[in-house]
């Protein structure tokens, strides 16, 4: 994988902010989970944030979204007319009401009028391809279904701002499709999005501004950037890795890596070489045992992002 910066990387206009969190510190006891953050949402920007389990970014979005309070600093809501926010938590329990009995108590509760509540539920439930189980009971939904219900909640009333904890996982791919078409067609309402993500493609689709979080403080910051996926195989195989290098010398460390070295040979390999690599490994006289493709990882991302903000720094990219 590779960033790639799409212009300067900044806003060129000055941009309406809606909230703003300001030097915010949480800790649990004297555990810090975040430390001296100062963050602004933008009216309509997308964030993507990144970073290792435990980095902080579940914090980070029940305290923009007021569940949580800062231990210090404060949390501003700087439109006169607070934003509305809707929240998508990263586990949305099986419960054992139908959708629509759910989605009109949480709209009541949020103070909007019966009707428009029983048309929003039509709609959304409509696009997400579920207005047919609107009467049936979530207890026997799939994670695909009750993820769909959990955006629906907070998506109704049409918020200013959503946040979402990790929206695609768990869940399988046609489900991750009309997520994403759905998140697509709410960012061009025009509404503000904060979201933990590691999905590099999601990333790309609907990300404005992509937010590095470690040990609960945000490392990097970017804007205008396009992530290259590229992916890799890994190639297990029998045969002398002597004869095997020379076969393939000539093709660079960033494209193979020796991972295990012996009898058996295992290397990873960019996806787009690997039918080349494999011949040439066929020429060295290796036997070919197995090829997987794996995908790039969260953590992969997070190293990426900081690679490529040190090469930008130095002119490289
Ligand atoms: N209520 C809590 N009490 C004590 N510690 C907590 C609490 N909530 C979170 N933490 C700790 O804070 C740290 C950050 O957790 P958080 O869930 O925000 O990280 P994350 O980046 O969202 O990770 P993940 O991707 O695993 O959800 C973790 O070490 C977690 O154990």
Known sequence: MAVHQQGTGRRNTPAEIILRLEDVSKRYDRRVVIEHMTLEIAKGECTALVGKNGSGKSTLLRLLAGLSRPTEGRRRVEDVRSPTIGLVAEKFPALPFTPGEFLMSMGVTRGMDKRTVQSEISEWLKRLGMDSYRDVRMSHFSKGMLQKINLVQAVMGKPRLLLLDEPLSGIDTPSQKEVVRLLMDIKGMGTAMVMSVHEPEL???????????????????????????????????????????????????????????????????????????????????????????????????????????????????
């Open 203 to 317: 990333i790309n689709q609907i990300a404005d501004r992509i937010v590095l979080l470690e040990n609960g403080k945000i490392v990097k910051e970017e804007r205008g950037f396009r992530i290259e996926t590229v992916r890799y195989a890994t190639i297990l195989f029998h045969g002398d890795p002597l004869r095997v290098r020379q076969s393939l010398e000539g093709i660079g460390d960033r494209e193979v890596a020796w991972v295990k070295e012996g009898a058996e040979s295992v290397i990873h390999v960019r996806t787009d070489l690997s039918d080349h690599v494999l011949q040439r490994i066929l020429n060295g006289g290796g036997h070919i045992v197995s090829v997987s493709q794996h995908e790039p990882s969260e953590v992969d991302l997070g190293e990426l992002l900081k690679t490529a903000a040190a090469a930008s720094e130095g002119g490289a990219l």
